[in-house]
């Protein structure tokens, strides 16, 4: 571990003691873990902190979980669905990732960090529109990648693979309309050919 990451692993755990888990030094990154309910004052605190200065969010993405399984799902991973935070110090040079898990696995809801960084905006709109993850206190989210009328979520992996509806355009009412999928579901297998003496000396 450099000196760096030494000293911002102990700067960390004197700033928040108990209100984050880890750190955690793998790979030569930095992660903590917070819950929902400090979420917002976490990163306010990474931001505004002298010591930390955590001024830029790289990146705010969805997680999930739901195919981790046995003692990593429990202990490592404790919820489904989880909301991971980018971030970077440019006064510092140095870069952090901040976890938080949602908690609630049937309707996950974290808050939103709008307010602290506004590019958040658009990331936290893809992690609600792909994953469903809700962001309390979000002044605009809806969806931002896929059609207005789709039901679901894609990466939630639970969408079936033809989905509901199909759209095309209705020339006699001159408008784009929706009507149930009218393709019949088949499942391709590719057919592999390979000579007689495939395989052989």
């Given at each position: ?21 880890g ?8 992660t ?9 004052s ?61 908690p ?17 905006n ?67 297998t590719?057919r ?10």
């Amino acid at each position: 571990m450099s000196a760096k990451l030494e000293r911002l692993c102990q700067k960390l755990t004197e700033v928040f003691g108990e209100r984050i888990r880890g750190p955690v030094l793998r790979l030569g990154e930095v992660t903590i873990e917070t819950s929902a309910e400090h979420y917002v004052s976490v990163a306010q605190t990474l931001r505004d902190d002298a010591a930390l200065c955590f001024e830029q969010l790289i990146d705010l993405s969805g997680i999930d979980y739901s195919t981790f399984s046995g003692a990593d799902r429990t202990e490592s991973f404790p919820r489904r669905f989880a909301v991971v935070n980018h971030l970077t110090s440019l006064t510092h040079n140095w870069r952090l990732r901040l976890r938080v898990f949602a908690p609630d696995d049937e309707f996950p809801v974290v808050p939103s960090l709008v307010e602290l960084w506004n590019c958040a905006n658009w990331y936290e709109r893809e992690a609600f529109d792909l994953y469903g993850i809700q962001f309390e206190g979000h002044p605009d989210l809806r969806r931002i990648l896929t059609d207005y009328g789709f039901v679901g979520n894609p990466f939630r992996k639970d969408f079936p693979i033809s989905g509901h509806v199909e759209m095309r355009y209705d020339p006699d009412q001159q408008r784009v309309i929706y009507q149930p999928v009218s393709i019949e579901p088949r499942e391709v297998t590719p057919r592999i050919v390979r000579e007689e003496n495939f395989g052989r000396g």
